[in-house]
């Protein structure tokens, strides 16, 4: 063990915060179980043995998208033959088939940036949805959406979030992060936010009292200052607004995608040490998600040794991922969350999408 890499661990034991260059050691250390064991110590910290899964739902109202961003196999044009738009009848539907189950706590709602939908569409859905089912958390529209939102009606992002309020929204996915560096939004996303607008986005709807999530794409053309660079700005925000819940790794899955070709799907051992430095790294984030259907149930249950503390859900069911050629299962039954917490010798805690305890299994 090199000396620097012992300061690195000194400053973890005592609770002191890792710099920029220590972030970069980390990645340049190979030793993968000592980065498991430090960042397990840091998790341990926080939230003991628990490990936390939610029963969910997610609905993507449409794939059409203006962005066309390379990394994604989900999103396409009006006249793709795979192109889907739902009406409100056909949400509510959804919606309320899924509500039957008295466990089901969530509705993750993230969508593709529609060219023609007003916002005013959907801002009806969200309230029909919390009129027919009140009780159901509505995690809806990333920071990217929201941006979206403000450009095509004119409003402002704290107008638009606090229309979205008023309509029902409970909080926040953390999905169009993908790295915050402006170089590699040009290349790969430059129809959407930019690095800027999707962390004012965040801290705007954190200032009105909406908590988000925030996330990483990595393993596509970022450098690894450029991961450490992401990972420090969502720790400069979190100590500004402490309105973060969650961290969540997404490991870029190349099929289907413009990209496909030319990036192959990352490799276990990168995804675990990602999963480990996020722990190290993002001090003021008290979870940090295995999301089990990018990395696959195997490698997420391995996560939970490398700093993970937070499974997702059970999602029933994923579609952006599956596009990208994800081989995992598209919902997973709270039973088979159980075992596989269980199993990895810690404690299952169902969770509502705020953190609070439903029950400890
Ligand atoms: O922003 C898209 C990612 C995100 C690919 O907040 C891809 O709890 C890998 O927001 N390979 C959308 N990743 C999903 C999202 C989400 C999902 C689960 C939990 C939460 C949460 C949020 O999916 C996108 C993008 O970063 N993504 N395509 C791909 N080919």
Redesign the pocket.
């Known amino acids: 063990m090199n000396a620097i890499l012992e300061e690195i661990a000194a400053k973890v034991y005592a609770g002191k915060r890792l710099s920029r260059e220590d972030a970069l050691a980390l990645f340049r250390c190979n030793d993968l179980a000592w980065l498991g064991q430090l960042a397990n110590f840091a998790k341990k910290e926080v939230c003991g043995d628990y490990v936390y899964f939610n029963v969910n739902r997610?609905i993507n109202l449409t794939n059409i998208c203006v962005s066309q961003?390379k990394?994604?196999?989900?999103?396409c044009e009006k006249d793709d033959k795979k192109a889907y738009a739902m009406t409100k009848e056909e949400v509510l539907r959804i919606a309320k088939a899924s509500a039957i189950d008295p466990d089901l706590r969530e509705f993750?709602i993230?969508s593709g940036l529609h060219p023609d939908w007003p916002f005013e569409y959907y801002v009806d859905i969200i309230r029909s949805l919390k009129r027919e089912l009140p009780n159901i958390h509505l995690?809806a529209f990333?920071a990217?959406e929201i941006c979206y939102f403000a450009k095509i009606s004119g409003k402002t992002v704290a107008e638009v979030l606090k229309t979205l309020l008023a309509a029902g929204i409970n909080s926040?996915?953390?999905?169009?992060?993908?790295i915050l560096s402006d170089r590699v939004r040009a290349e790969l996303c430059p129809n959407k936010a930019s690095r800027a607008e999707w962390l004012d986005a965040s801290r705007t709807a954190h200032n009105l009292g909406i908590k988000?999530?925030?996330?990483?794409?990595y393993?596509?053309i970022e450098t690894i200052e450029e991961r450490v660079d992401h990972l420090l700005a969502l720790r400069s925000l979190q100590d500004e607004t402490a309105g973060f819940q969650?961290f969540?790794c997404?490991?870029?899955?190349?099929?289907?995608?413009a990209?496909e070709g030319q990036i192959t799907r990352t490799m276990v051992w990168d995804d675990l040490k990602t999963m480990a430095i996020s722990r190290l790294v993002l001090d003021n984030f008290k979870n940090i998600?295995a999301?089990w259907?990018?990395l696959t149930l195997p490698i997420a249950q391995l996560a939970l040794g490398f700093g993970a503390n937070d499974m997702?859900g059970t999602?029933n069911e994923?579609k952006?991922?599956h596009?990208?050629?994800?081989k995992s299962a598209t919902a997973l039954s709270k039973e088979k969350l159980i075992e596989v917490i269980r199993a990895a010798g810690a404690i299952p805690v169902e969770r509502d999408t705020m953190y609070n305890v439903v029950r400890k299994f």
């Open positions: 997610h961003c990394f994604c196999a989900f999103g993750h993230v995690k990333t990217v926040m996915p953390g999905g169009g992060a993908e988000s999530n925030a996330s990483m794409l393993g596509h969650t969540i997404f490991p870029f899955h190349p099929v289907n995608t990209l998600k999301y259907v990018m997702d999602i994923e952006i991922i596009a990208a050629g994800a």
